[in-house]
């Protein structure tokens, strides 16, 4: 009785503690949706350069786009990550969710973003779109020259209005978000007065990037991914890109004097290694060598030289090495922390299978192998659902319909074999049968938290600002969730063993009794 008592007290420890951990991850630790980046502050500004057109035009299409003649040709990789609205931070931002954040809901993008560097190069910005974009963009909307957030129902409104600002403000930089079914993309083009001599017009829909209009270089570039848009369009509109894009310019795609090309490339370069050099400090306690720092310059030199070639070809080498060093401080950022969680690990991956072992020595095998069947099963049921992993599978992972039948099924059809066992054995205590659910259900939780001691060495506890990767950050908070959830269904498990199994022992009192 009393080794069934400490069964079911530890059963409810693991529901109390993943619950608890659960919590603290979503919400002291603020997580999924936001993270501490301090850097925009202190990292310097870009430079200003001469814009490509007098106008620049950029379109954001929900909608299927038929294929446009002419122009550049770029087919853009969208990205696998949480949140919905986490690839408009990307869009806007040139950086990855590490950097930008993970946004389910609209809240204020907590870094410098593409529209608000426009405006401060002295360009007047406008934009029309779903009224989201005021919370999205947050403190940075005041700085818009124009703007109109649009409710649902007037949808419609977005280009007209658009249309309204071109003709009464002239604004510089024009941004409109389209929703699906709202209005033709050819129609909205010629309500803005687009003309091909003078302005640069984007268009980004959901499988093209295209470049129309005044200094484009017609053609088919291959892939590109979100983080290119924005340094693209700051280049084209003569501002620098956002302080914490990992983006590169499609400079290519312009027809501009190499000088100009090189100067724009130069300026991201030595933005990039001011954000590398942030980064190692931060994370390494320690900048970065003077080499890739002269490099930038020695780039910045060979163009005051009239050396645009090698300022182009030293520039493109130094976003490489930058880039490596920004992968570099993350990876021994996560390295130095996994040798002093290892131990955590270690006594959390070996102590709790000695105590249970050292507590219910009678029939182990059984209860451990229903819980390793429980933990496989739960697993194989996911992969059934999702057979390819992505960030919307790992989030179903967490409370839904799904997840409870998963685990329901996962948990009581194991839960059979101790049961088929005792009565293999002619156990006659109904005790017995409660005891031994109980070691099969703490199995199950124990295998199930394997996920997350694994998520928890590798990443730690707490996601940081821009410490990735994020997938197991998400992994660690859905596995804490399916923890829970397990447990929680675990705690009746003796109960429900106790009650199959005491009408066989009364059966068999019967048989045993019968003349």
């Not at 490596?324 to 959390?348: C, S």
């Not at 839960?415 to 049968?433: G, K």
């Amino acid at each position: 009785m009393r080794k069934g008592l400490f069964l079911a007290l530890s059963a409810l420890l693991f529901v109390l503690i993943s619950y608890l951990a659960h919590l603290w991850l979503s919400f002291l630790g603020d997580f999924p949706a936001n993270f501490s980046p301090l850097f925009p502050e202190k990292l310097p500004p870009g430079q200003v350069s001469k814009p490509v057109a007098r106008r620049v035009i950029f379109i954001l299409y929900d909608g299927p786009v038929a294929k446009l003649e002419g122009g550049a040709q770029f087919k853009i990789l969208w990205p696998d990550v949480p949140g919905f609205y986490t690839p408009y931070a990307m869009i806007l931002t040139g950086a990855p969710p590490e950097l930008t954040g993970i946004y389910f809901a609209p809240s204020t993008l907590k870094v410098g973003n593409l529209l608000e560097e426009v405006a401060k190069s002295g360009r007047r910005v406008a934009l029309s779109g779903p009224g989201w974009w005021k919370d999205f963009l947050g403190p940075s909307a005041e700085k818009l020259y124009a703007c109109f957030f649009a409710s649902p129902k007037h949808y419609g409104d977005i280009v007209p209005e658009m249309a309204r600002f071109v003709s009464f403000f002239d604004p510089d930089f024009l941004f409109l978000h389209i929703p699906e079914g709202s209005i033709s993309l050819e129609e909205a083009i010629s309500r803005l007065g687009f003309d091909a001599s003078q302005d640069l017009l984007a268009i980004l829909a959901p499988n093209s990037f295209v470049l129309l209009g005044k200094g484009v270089v017609p053609d088919y570039y291959g892939e590109a991914s979100l983080l290119d848009i924005a340094p693209t369009l700051a280049a084209a509109s003569g501002s620098p890109p956002p302080a914490v894009s990992r983006g590169t310019p499609f400079l290519q795609a312009f027809s501009l004097p190499d000088e100009l090309k090189a100067l724009k490339l130069v300026s991201v370069a030595s933005q990039r290694v001011s954000l590398a050099d942030f980064y190692s400090k931060e994370l390494l306690g320690q900048g970065l060598d003077e080499g890739l720092k002269g490099d930038a310059k020695l780039a910045l030199n060979s163009l005051e030289l009239g050396n645009p070639y090698g300022a182009m070809e030293l520039a493109g080498l130094t976003l490489k090495e930058a880039d490596l060093a920004i992968d570099k401080a993350r990876a021994e950022a996560l390295a130095a922390g996994r040798w002093r969680r290892l131990p955590l690990f270690l006594l959390w991956v070996l102590v709790w299978p000695i105590i249970l072992t050292l507590i219910y020595r009678r029939q182990l095998l059984v209860p451990f192998l229903a819980g390793l069947l429980s933990f496989t099963l739960n697993a194989w049921l996911f992969r059934q659902e999702w057979p390819y992993l992505s960030w919307d599978a790992l989030i179903r992972m967490g409370p839904s319909p799904f997840a409870l039948k998963r685990t329901l099924l996962s948990l009581y059809i194991p839960a059979l074999l101790p049961l088929l066992w005792l009565l293999l054995e002619e156990e006659e205590e109904t005790i017995e049968a409660g005891e031994s659910l109980a070691s099969y259900g703490l199995w199950a939780l124990y295998f199930t938290s394997l996920t997350v001691a694994l998520s928890f060495l590798l990443a730690g506890p707490k996601p940081a600002y821009f410490i990735p990767p994020l997938g197991l950050y998400v992994a660690q908070l859905m596995g804490l969730w399916q923890l829970f959830l397990s447990g929680l269904l675990a705690l009746p498990l003796p109960f429900v063993g106790m009650g199959i199994f005491a009408p066989f022992k009364w059966a068999k009192l019967l048989w045993r009794t019968k003349p």
